[in-house]
């Protein structure tokens, strides 16, 4: 009982965030329930996106209906890898990647072979719902599949590693990269068994990781260190995610990146209720940090100034940029 | 915000304030007991007549029976007499029964029954009383012996109340000459009274005689004389061989006045002897059956004034929110995970049905065995709708299939899984088998057993008899549960798991 006192008082003291703290003070304050369809829907986020001019993966088709599942071959077209996305699915589920096809066969990511069947009765699962938050019918999304950066041969084992920057009211507060492992087949949820490695927000170099809620330094799968390594494109990563405020309107958001090898950084979506675990990989609280932009947000409303993206991204590399390892 | 905290704080304290309020009038003001093992005394009361009646003339015989205005209330009144008519009459605050019969010879026994209790209202009912009253004729000797007593005792009093039991002080004092010669010899309770009466006559105050009976089981008793007078606002009682003010509680009042308790026409030897049991009762029974024997119903608007079948049902209903308010603690302040948000309180309704040690295994079983068909149906490729039709049609097999094998072997607690909601099980089997998917055998076992324990914890605090007693008879504790509720939607501090989750912060900090 003491020891879990301490525990408490320890862990307020460094400004670590809880689930309940989450929710009452920003996911519910800050993110109106009726835009919550603009995250949910990867279709909506990806229209918005490309009507703000964001760059998102190219979007080849959606299917709605079971009678367009016929048009699956004319969405494709002549295309040999593409990737088939639940609209509204959560936690990577229902996603399937398709890396190469020959004759009437596909090569998923994974190597397995699959027929034309099977990717069939695939969309059609999604479009029941199977995969979809709550169970609604669904959309079934055919977007250009992203190859990661060479960067990340050496730091990540299959699947795409991506970039998670929580933005708070369109300051970016804390950026983490994620990795999948071999546990987490290929997934780049940390829930699954995926690496988060912790970023700086001035730099664009890796921090230490975490790995099922422990501090790590290497890749389980590689044995490569994850921390020390530079992020290319990094101020890019940080404007692309600073305009997901003006792009969804939500006040505190995911952010979830790629970076491709031939299109750069690309948005692949946002998240209405980002994990906490960031803040492991970080090894900081994010309450100090969403307290210090909160001071700074009521300032320029004192002063009556609001400021653009990039000088957002500028004020949060400021205050919480340069990081020294420890 | 910091408005819309004052708000919700505002909010809180008036229902916290509002339930406590409620339950505080319904306990103190109302008197409803506390816990349902609170019992009532209930005084059966029996007067036995007896006498001998003349063969030649018609019979009346005449008896008081309590007014009950006061501080009781009947529940049953009977008269037991064979070949007598009974009426009751009430004059100058008295009731009186009586028996009549145009003949009757011998040895004759008439009884009288009083079931009464305590009245459950405090309220006062407005007493009238007189407050002046004329001069008693007094002449010679005993009038000057009477003003020599007058005297003194208007020196040493100075209202009715003192003046009163001044009186009965020195009518007490037998070594007076004066007290002495107005007794004339007689020292009995009924002469002291007399001359207490005369003295107090003379000072134009009121005063009653009034006959009392004491409510003590199983001792044989007469009714005992006591002095009242109204003082304006209320009757005081003196007892008139003490001088004692105030009616002790356990005293009935029976009649009042000068008359005999009883009085036979065509009869001789009339004796009345009073026995009396007290038996308890259930305090909420009690308060019922006395609504039905007064104007007061205090019970009318709370739920024991639904139909008993409707009631039993809303005995289960209350005790929703004591279930819905554990998942609350156990997932927002623990931390512990559950499927689905009220799932654990539904299946804690459906361990009322099979008790809670059968009622987990059962769910063990019927889930494990449905997760199995659940993993054998994913390979067939179905859609959504069509296999969960299948997993329900199966879990109701299941369910049958138990039932039979149980019964066959004689156990009967089996059929009690009928009324398991098949419903909840399937939907249990669907989302555990989706968790097990996307997250992997491990947390799903982890939310299954977190469901368990959470349903578990909840059926046991909502069926406490004493708990659903409480909330059942002061339903306003739901307010304080909402209050409760309220400010846990903005509570903030850790989840008792989280302090778990990030102890690397703390690993880091010592090192």
Redesign the interface.
């Known amino acids: 009982m003491f020891g879990l006192i301490k525990t408490w008082k320890a862990l307020e003291a460094r400004g670590i965030m809880g689930i309940n703290r989450r929710n009452a003070d920003y996911v519910l304050k800050y993110n109106k329930r009726n835009l919550y369809p603009i995250v949910d829907d990867k279709i909506i986020t990806k229209e918005r996106a490309l009507a703000a001019g964001i760059h998102v993966p190219e979007m080849y088709g959606v299917i709605e209906t079971e009678k367009q599942i016929d048009k699956l071959d004319e969405i494709i077209g002549g295309r040999s890898d593409f990737v088939i996305k639940p609209a509204q699915g959560a936690g990577g589920d229902g996603i399937l990647v398709i890396a190469d096809r020959f004759e009437d066969r596909y090569r998923t990511v994974s190597g397995k072979i699959i027929s034309h069947e099977e990717i069939e009765h695939q969309i059609s699962s999604i479009l029941t719902g199977l995969y979809s938050l709550g169970g609604h019918r669904d959309r079934a999304l055919i977007e250009y599949r992203v190859t990661p950066d060479q960067i990340f041969k050496s730091i990540s084992y299959e699947g795409v590693p991506d970039i998670r920057i929580i933005v708070l009211m369109g300051y970016p507060v804390m950026a983490m990269l994620r990795l999948p492992t071999r546990q987490s087949g290929g997934k780049a949820n940390l829930h699954q068994g995926a690496i988060g490695v912790g970023v700086d927000l001035a730099t664009g170099v890796t921090l230490r990781g975490t790995w099922l809620n422990k501090i790590i330094s290497k890749h389980p799968d590689t044995t490569n260190a994850v921390d020390g390594v530079q992020l290319p494109n990094w101020d890019g990563f940080m404007k692309l995610a600073a305009n997901c405020y003006e792009l969804c309107g939500l006040g505190y958001i995911g952010v979830d990146m790629v970076l491709d090898q031939d299109k750069g950084p690309l948005i692949l979506e946002l998240n209405a209720r980002p994990g906490l675990n960031i803040q492991i990989a970080n090894d900081c609280g994010l309450t100090q940090r969403t307290h210090a932009i909160e001071a700074h947000i009521e300032m320029l409303a004192k002063e009556g100034r609001s400021e653009d993206a990039e000088q957002r991204v500028k004020v949060a590399q400021g205050l919480f940029g340069h990081v020294v390892p420890h | ?1 910091r408005s819309l905290t004052l708000h919700l704080k505002v909010l809180i304290t008036v229902l916290v304030l509002l339930g406590v309020a409620i339950t505080a009038y319904q306990i103190f003001a109302l008197g409803i007991p506390v816990t349902e093992d609170e019992t009532d005394d209930l005084w059966n009361i029996d007067a036995k007549v007896e006498f001998v009646a003349s063969s030649k003339d018609p019979v009346k015989v005449q008896m008081f029976v309590p007014p009950l205005n006061r501080d009781y209330v009947s529940l049953n009144e009977s008269f037991i007499s064979n070949n007598y008519g009974v009426s009751i009459n009430r004059a100058d605050g008295n009731r009186k029964v009586t028996w009549s019969a145009r003949r009757a010879s011998g040895n004759q026994t008439l009884y009288y029954r009083l079931v009464l209790t305590k009245r459950y209202s405090t309220e006062k009912t407005k007493i009238k009383g007189p407050t002046f009253r004329d001069s008693q004729a007094v002449e010679g000797p005993e009038k000057i012996a009477a003003e020599a007593l007058m005297a003194p005792i208007r020196q040493h009093s100075a209202d009715v109340e003192t003046f009163v039991g001044e009186t009965i002080k020195r009518v007490n004092n037998l070594n007076d000459d004066n007290v002495k010669l107005l007794l004339a010899g007689d020292t009995s309770s009924m002469k002291k009274a007399q001359v207490i009466d005369l003295l107090l006559s003379i000072a134009h105050v009121p005063l009653e005689k009034v006959h009392t009976i004491r409510l003590v089981a199983d001792t044989p008793q007469t009714p005992e004389l006591w002095l009242r007078s109204f003082n304006g606002n209320d009757w005081l009682y003196f007892n008139p061989d003490t001088g004692e003010q105030g009616l002790p509680n356990d005293r009935l009042l029976w009649w009042t006045g000068d008359d005999n308790l009883i009085s036979v026409d065509g009869g001789k030897k009339a004796s009345v002897t009073f026995s009396m049991n007290n038996s308890e009762m259930n305090a909420i029974r009690l308060a019922k059956l006395t609504d039905e024997n007064t104007d007061a119903d205090f019970l009318e608007y709370s739920l024991y004034g639904l139909p008993l079948q409707t009631q039993q049902t809303f005995m289960i209903m209350v005790m929703i929110p004591i279930g819905v308010l554990v998942i609350l603690v156990l997932r ?1 302040l623990i ?1 512990i995970q559950t499927l689905g948000t009220f799932t654990p309180v539904l299946i804690a309704l459906a361990f009322r049905e099979t008790q809670l040690g059968f009622g987990i295994v059962l769910f063990t079983v019927i889930t494990a065995l449905g997760l199995s068909l659940r993993s054998y149906l994913e390979h067939l ?1 179905l ?3 069509p296999r969960l039709s299948v997993v329900l049609t199966f879990v109701v097999v299941l369910i049958a299939a138990i039932s039979l094998f149980s019964h066959k072997l004689g156990l009967e607690r089996g059929l009690s899984v009928a009324l398991f909601p098949m419903v909840i099980l399937t939907m249990t089997i669907e989302r555990l088998s989706i968790t097990w ?4 055998g491990g ?1 799903a076992m982890k939310v299954a057993i977190g469901t368990l324990f959470a349903a578990s914890l909840a059926h046991l605090l909502m069926t406490v008899p004493e708990a659903v007693y409480f909330v059942f008879t002061f339903p306003a504790v739901l307010l304080i549960l909402v209050g409760f509720m309220l400010a846990m ?8 798991t ?2 778990v ?9 010592d090192a």
Not at chain 2, 489 to 496: A, F, H, I, P, Q
């Open positions: 915000m927002n931390g490729k859609q959504m709708l998917e996307e997250r992997g947390h939607g903005r509570y903030r501090g850790y989840r008792l989280e302090l989750r990030f102890k690397a912060f703390l690993k880091k900090a």
